[in-house]
């Protein structure tokens, strides 16, 4: 048998923000001390490093946005700004000692399990690779900005940015700005650059439902009592993850909302008298469709001399700013991106290539998919932190982070109990799966509020939340059921199955060579050899099965050629291949049988 290649790590994380951090720090706990953090950056933190515009925090309450091993009794607010958010995970890597496990400065741009030695290799933009038994891509879902293809984009004259790379080198006083979007980022910077820029006109396509921020600073005194006085800040925890949590009945069905919507509707008035602008600021869709906004200050900034609303769709940019439909052209010195992130589209350009060739490109081709969120057949030993339905429109990311890697860390702790070197979710499992969460969105808020939102891909399905509490989840994930999981040696499979190439054979003789994926057993009360796999996809392959149930023979080797089936095509282009009687490849009995009547004839 041919030596076998032993990966470097246990497991590369990549990512260092609150997904990386937790997974790293619940690896080492549980034993599993071979590990990197490949991190693209200088520095930890994620999203709260990456996105620094001014006003930039967070809506979630500080309390419940930190780990419920790390807690923060320091936070100085209800809901933090981002560089508190940095100062505490900065502090959660020196506390867990992860520096010492984090290559910072090394940019994933590829990943490729290896069938042959059951591990995957991780290369760099810097040009260094990193071979890991598993990996656990902590990257989350918002952290690839998206820029609309903007005719006239490439004439603007002046500077441009999205909101989560901006550019502080820019002095904006004097300047005309242009904002494109509303999203949760416009609405913490736009009332910054309101009292910085000389004119700032918001470009809505969109309005957003906006409710008020119970927001306030955390006095010195509170501060002394979370740090003091036992149980009280796993109290006050428990009480707003609860209060958030109540909120879910209301987006699982929104005939729920409307008490939502008269809180919405009378922080509307309350803020802006002038009914033109309210009617402007008004969504048609239901609460909760797209993202609810939190802010006190984003309807005032939008009343200032200053700043004007521009509700008329954009035709394209200019030289000079940026025109719109009814051709009217606003003058801009500066354009900002307030556009969002990529997400239910965000595997577009990745190069992640899982078991037998298949890229993530094939195995999403109807939409991202996984089981409980950190899972993908198709993609053995490899998790998600955060990926598909795993998120949350009411409650804290954190929360769910958590509970998947305690999920991730007990498969992998399994994967070495068992001496195994491969771990994969089960196809049935994941489709059974999917198919019971996007029932389970039909009728919910995400599906039918009468939106278009990020939540949801092209053909409108749910991509992106979970549709039920995240206590139900916690439940779901707390005990992992290993039976949903295939868990296999690789010595084991080297002993059943052939890899590598054979020839197809066509019932008028034309031949073509495919790499193909097979496992021959024999069955003794049958008393025959059954057999089945996999032909890889090629364009020649394509041409040739051209009927389900297609009778073909197939070569290995130097051995005689074997009556097959083409059964049908699988979703990746390759075609499903059986056969009876005698096996295409040798027996691991029929080998050993072999060398015993060979020694005996010597």
Excluded at 78 to 94: F, K, S, W
Excluded at 259 to 275: E, F, G, N, S, Y
Excluded at 292 to 298: F, G, W
Excluded at 533 to 543: A, H, N, S, W
Aim: aromatic residues 10%; proline residues 5%.
């Amino acid at each position: 048998m041919t030596a076998r290649v032993q990966p470097e790590f246990d497991v590369v994380i990549i990512g260092s923000g609150f997904a990386g951090m937790c997974a790293a720090i619940k690896l080492r706990e549980a034993g599993i001390q071979n590990i990197v953090v490949l991190e693209k950056a200088n520095e930890v933190g994620g999203t709260w490093r990456e996105n620094t515009y001014p006003g930039a925090g967070c809506d979630v309450m500080s309390l419940m946005y930190s780990f419920s091993f790390a807690p923060n009794p320091h936070w100085t607010r209800g809901y933090a700004r981002q560089p508190e958010i940095l100062t505490y995970l900065r502090h959660v890597a020196n506390k867990y000692a992860l520096r010492d496990c984090i290559r910072f400065g090394e940019e994933v741009v590829s990943e490729v399990f290896d069938d042959e030695n059951d591990l995957w290799t991780v290369s760099t933009r810097q040009g260094h690779s990193f071979t890991a038994r598993a990996v656990i891509a902590g990257t989350g879902p918002l952290h690839i900005p998206k820029i609309p293809d903007l005719e006239g984009s490439e004439t603007f004259g002046g500077r441009s940015f999205h909101s989560a790379e901006w550019d502080h080198s820019i002095d904006f006083a004097g300047k005309s700005v242009a904002v494109i979007g509303t999203g949760a980022s416009a609405v913490q910077f736009i009332p910054v650059l309101a009292d910085q820029a000389k004119s700032v006109r918001v470009f809505q396509r969109t309005p957003h439902w906006v409710l008020p921020k119970l927001d306030r600073p955390i006095t010195a005194a509170e501060r002394l009592s979370y740090r003091t006085i036992p149980g009280l800040r796993r109290l006050v925890r428990a009480g707003i993850y609860f209060s958030h949590e109540a909120m879910t009945a209301a987006f699982l069905n929104p005939r729920y909302m409307p008490a939502v919507r008269a809180l919405a509707d009378l922080h509307l008035r309350r803020q802006v008298p002038d009914p033109a602008l309210r009617a402007k600021l008004r969504p048609e869709y239901e609460v909760g469709c797209k993202r609810i906004l939190i802010a006190n200050d984003y309807y005032p900034a939008l009343q200032k001399d200053t700043v004007s609303l521009v509700t008329e769709g954009i035709a394209e940019l200019t030289e000079k700013g940026v025109r719109t439909r009814d051709g009217a052209e606003h003058e801009a010195d500066i354009v900002i991106y307030a556009t969002g992130f990529a997400v239910t589209d965000k595997a577009d350009a990745q190069q992640l290539v899982g078991r037998e060739g298949r890229t993530i490109q094939q195995l999403w081709r109807d939409g991202p998919a996984a089981y409980l969120g950190l899972a993908v057949n198709g993609l053995p030993n490899y998790f998600l932190v955060m990926g598909p339905n795993s998120g949350v429109g009411n409650q804290s990311v954190v929360f769910m982070i958590e509970s998947q890697v305690a999920y991730i860390v007990a498969c992998l702790q399994a994967l070495s109990a068992r001496e195994c070197t491969r771990v994969e979710v089960k196809s049935h499992v994941q489709q059974q799966y999917n198919r019971n969460l996007q029932r389970k969105s039909v009728g919910t808020v995400w599906t039918a509020g009468g939106c278009e939102s990020w939540y949801l891909d092209k053909e409108g399905v749910n991509r992106a939340v979970w549709p039920a509490t995240t206590l139900s989840y916690w439940r779901t994930t707390r005990t992992p059921d290993l039976t949903d999981f295939e868990y296999t040696r690789l010595e084991d499979r080297d002993d059943e199955d052939y890899r590598g190439p054979a020839v197809l054979i066509d019932t008028d003789g034309y031949e073509i060579a495919v790499q193909v994926h097979l496992l021959a057993v024999y069955q003794p009360v049958a008393n025959k050899v059954l057999w089945s796999g996999r032909v890889y996809p090629t364009t020649q392959l394509r041409e040739l099965h051209l009927l389900n149930n297609q009778p073909a023979r197939i070569r290995i080797g130097s051995n005689a050629d074997v009556d097959a089936v083409l059964v049908d095509e699988d979703p990746w282009g390759g075609s499903h291949i059986v056969g009876e009687g005698v096996s295409p490849y040798p027996l691991p009995f029929e080998t050993e049988l072999r060398t015993l009547l060979e020694s005996a004839d010597a």
